[in-house]
């Protein structure tokens, strides 16, 4: 049976673990960071066959996992520590030789773990290079995992695809100098990777809840032309850009001509369920196979049985690809769908 360390966005590591629950017979869950992550182990499964099915039909909250090789007890002392990550780290022989490396080293801030993320990686990259390997920050073929918490550090080594995510607990990161007019833009940059759906494919979107205007600039950048619907204004910067057309009104009042879209982005502030009402009057807007980045607001008490319920409600009208809470989603989370 192995162990894995699991990471959620914060307050939501409940719904991973009870996801986990669900779908792996004879796990068992524990926290480490309240809240945030955790560990769980592969039951009944084969972990090869469970690493796959992970990956396939990725769980909504579990935002990383990586396979836990070895554990050690966390004592402050930097040279037993190092030591101890020398030590792990020449095991891997097989995997480093030949091979680009990225390790990542996360502490929970009650951690006497003394090092920080780069003095823990530089303890381990003159073994990776020891032993043939190159030391990357990106791209790599294996990642060395370390996580330290207040009592134990685990370390482990894996495939990037097999931790969901290749960012160190899956928190992705755009470059700071990325000029963008919201934040909220960030959302829609990290839905593009996390679906694999590059926007530049499309056209012709609509825009639901668009002000101030990040997700429309990202569209407009991407060379579509944007139909923006809010009755708030847009930042002045958008106002005069010759591919954007800003209708200032609610969205349930809008209509358009059967076919006119092949992409649907929705970001609108406001309970999930009328959200989901006046993006399905909107459908027959969208051409067949269009797709729809939508967040849904997690404002009830049971964010997965609601989550649940929207599905099965959208799925009138839309295949379901990916439901997915982003790194950069807050008390949400985004679903990638197509018109059907
Ligand atoms: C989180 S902001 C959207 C941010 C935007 N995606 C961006 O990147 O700048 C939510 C927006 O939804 C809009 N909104 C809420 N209810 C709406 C409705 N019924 N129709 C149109 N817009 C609505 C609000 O006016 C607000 O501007």
Not at 29 to 42: D, I, K, M, N, R
Not at 78 to 97: F, G, H, M, S, V
Not at 197 to 223: E, H, I, K, Y
Not at 231 to 258: C, G, Q, W
């Amino acid at each position: 049976m192995t162990i894995y360390v699991g990471t959620a966005n914060p307050g939501f590591a409940p719904y991973a673990m009870e996801e986990l629950r669900r779908r792996i017979q004879g796990t068992k869950v524990s926290g480490l960071a309240p809240g945030e992550t955790f560990s769980f182990t592969s039951g009944d499964y084969d972990p090869e066959p469970l690493l796959t099915d992970l990956r396939r039909n990725e769980p909504i909250f579990l935002r990383h996992l990586f396979p836990v090789e070895a554990e050690y007890e966390v004592t402050g002392n930097p040279d037993n520590t190092a030591d101890a990550l020398k030590a792990y780290a020449l095991t891997l022989e097989d995997r480093i030789k030949g091979s680009k490396i990225a390790i990542q080293v996360r502490k929970e801030h009650n951690s006497p773990f003394p090092f920080s993320s780069a003095e823990g990686r530089d303890v381990i990259v003159p073994i990776i290079e020891q032993l043939g390997g190159e030391s990357v920050a990106r791209e790599a073929d294996w990642i060395i995992s370390v996580y330290a918490t207040k009592k134990k550090l685990f370390v482990g080594c894996s495939l990037p695809r097999d931790n969901l995510s290749d960012w160190p607990g899956g928190a992705v990161r755009f470059r700071k100098d990325e000029e963008v007019i919201s934040r909220a833009a960030f959302k829609l940059l990290e839905a593009e990777r996390a679906f694999n759906l590059p926007l530049d494919r499309f056209s012709n979107a609509l825009d639901l809840g668009a002000a101030p205007g990040g997700w429309t600039s990202v569209l407009l950048d991407r060379g579509m032309k944007v139909t923006a619907v809010d009755p708030a204004e847009m930042d002045p910067s958008l106002e005069y850009h010759p591919k954007l057309r800003h209708i200032r009104s609610n969205a349930a009042d809008v209509s358009f001509a059967p076919g006119s879209f092949d992409l649907l982005v929705c970001d609108m502030s406001w309970d999930p369920h009328h959200t989901r009402r006046i993006v399905s009057e909107l459908a027959p807007a969208l051409s067949a196979g269009a797709s729809g980045i939508i967040t849904l607001k997690l404002m009830y008490k049971k964010p997965l049985q609601s989550i649940n319920d929207l599905m099965e409600d959208y799925s009138h009208e839309f295949d379901v690809r990916k439901v997915k809470q982003l790194f950069h989603n807050r008390e949400e989370v985004t679903m990638w769908v197509k018109r059907k």
